[in-house]
């Protein structure tokens, strides 16, 4: 059973999908589910054209910036490491041939 947790706002509660992550930002969004993720992520990489020479790689860095962003939210876009981030998760994915075959079944296609 998961419990939202709340934290107190001048003294009333807030749930956590609504809460403001720091002062003067806007609220937090919640995120989207595992299975819209998985679709998002699917539509996106048939949108890679499969004759580009860089289309695996390309599918890598989709994968690993669409979960770290549903991961840790959209305000890390603004973060100025997140390219350093996807750039690290993407350099331990392609040395990975397995990760290939997943993306291979979650884009509903082949490797």
């Given at each position: 059973?998961?419990?939202?947790r709340?934290?107190?706002?001048?003294?009333?509660?807030?749930a956590?999908?609504?809460?403001?992550?720091?002062?003067?930002?806007?609220?937090?969004?919640?995120?989207?589910?595992?299975?819209?993720?998985?679709?998002?992520?699917?539509v996106?990489?048939?949108?890679?054209?499969?004759?580009?020479?860089?289309?695996?790689?390309?599918?890598?860095?989709?994968?690993?910036?669409?979960?770290?962003?549903?991961?840790?939210?959209?305000?890390?876009?603004?973060?100025?490491?997140?390219?350093?981030?996807?750039?690290?998760?993407?350099?331990?994915?392609?040395?990975?041939?397995?990760?290939?075959?997943?993306?291979?079944?979650?884009?509903?296609?082949?490797?």
């Amino acid at each position: 059973m998961a419990a939202v947790r709340t934290r107190r706002i001048e003294g009333k509660p807030v749930a956590a999908a609504n809460r403001p992550t720091h002062a003067g930002s806007t609220p937090v969004q919640p995120r989207t589910t595992l299975p819209e993720l998985q679709r998002e992520i699917a539509v996106a990489l048939r949108a890679v054209e499969p004759s580009d020479p860089n289309a695996r790689s390309k599918k890598l860095r989709i994968f690993a910036a669409r979960v770290l962003r549903w991961q840790f939210g959209d305000a890390m876009l603004a973060d100025p490491g997140f390219e350093q981030l996807i750039d690290d998760v993407f350099g331990t994915l392609a040395a990975n041939e397995q990760i290939a075959e997943m993306l291979g079944a979650l884009e509903g296609g082949e490797k």
